[in-house]
């Protein structure tokens, strides 16, 4: 699902209606940007906004935020402060986003994993990684995941945007697309535009079985706003199940009262997912589940 980013400047009546209309395709009207808790260098030496949540007592991978299109850090707020008392917690703002500096460059999914890659070693964050991306964040955890999956512990998906979801859009709901298309012009920032744009750039990469098979869960939203049903809804379900494919993940969870942001409206059921990933548990035959 791709999302629409905020524009605090739009009549709260616009804002309230891009919440209701789009909010599967959209971040629907992101969120403020959390404080910086420190700056590392990013590509090209730009500043880039983290934070780093570190227990006492460090055990099992790193948990590895990323937001959705238009989105910064705050919307992991909640599962990053449950999960700092037993994990190493890493979140930040993408170039463009809150606090962090636009760069030049390519956009797309495969630019926007190896750029994360070389933050967390300038962070001093070894791997393994425990990967977690919601909405456009997701595609961009799956890129990670394909291009470092020596790096990775295991992935957790929330909602995320399909490597051919514009396509299938275009394809499925035209009308649809086209107001998406209006929506980018009108309400996105320069960094979500790019992004945006360049989403489909590597979809070669990331699409058909992973060569290498990791521990994965899909979490997926059961709220729908009018605008999501008839075509859209069964164009949804179709890529749901092909994540399916995209990953091994064994099944698609359907997480109930659940709408796009499923980290702030069910934050108790994504920490769940991500402490059995973090801890997975032996079967009776001393297989690792």
């Known amino acids: 699902m791709t999302a629409v980013p905020s524009n605090p400047a739009l009549p709260l009546r616009w804002r309230r209606a891009c919440l209701a209309g789009l909010a599967a395709l959209l971040s629907a009207c992101a969120s403020a940007p959390a404080p910086a808790d420190k700056s590392i260098a990013g590509p090209g030496g730009a500043p880039v906004a983290v ?66 890659h070389q933050l967390l070693q300038s962070a001093g964050l070894p791997p393994p990684y425990l990967l977690v991306g919601h909405s456009l964040g997701g595609l961009y955890q799956h890129a990670f995941a394909r291009l470092y999956p020596q790096d990775v512990a295991g992935v957790l998906l929330l909602d ?81 199940d092909d994540w399916l494919l995209l990953t091994g993940a064994a099944r698609v969870e359907r997480v109930p009262d659940a709408g796009h942001y499923l980290q702030t409206d069910q934050p108790a059921r994504v920490v769940a997912a991500i402490d059995a990933l973090a801890s997975p548990k032996p079967s009776p035959t001393g297989a690792v589940k």
């Open 51 to 116: 934070s780093i949540e570190r227990p006492a007592v460090a055990t099992g991978p790193v948990v590895v935020l990323q937001s959705g299109l238009g989105d910064g850090r705050a919307p992991w707020a909640t599962v990053a402060q449950q999960l700092a008392a037993r994990h190493t917690v890493f979140s930040y703002d993408r170039p463009g986003y809150g606090d962090s500096a636009s760069v030049a460059g390519p956009r797309d999914p495969c630019s926007v994993a190896a750029e994360l």
């Open 160 to 240: 995320p945007t399909h490597p051919d979801h514009l396509v299938s859009l275009k394809a499925t709901s035209p009308a649809l697309a086209g107001t998406v298309q209006v929506m980018r012009s009108v309400l996105f920032g320069a960094a979500a535009r790019r992004e945006f744009d360049d989403q489909a750039i590597c979809r070669e990469r990331l699409i058909g079985p992973p060569p290498q098979p990791l521990p994965t869960r899909l979490l997926v939203s059961t709220r729908r706003a009018p605008l999501e049903e008839g075509a859209f809804a069964d164009m949804l379900d179709r890529l749901r």
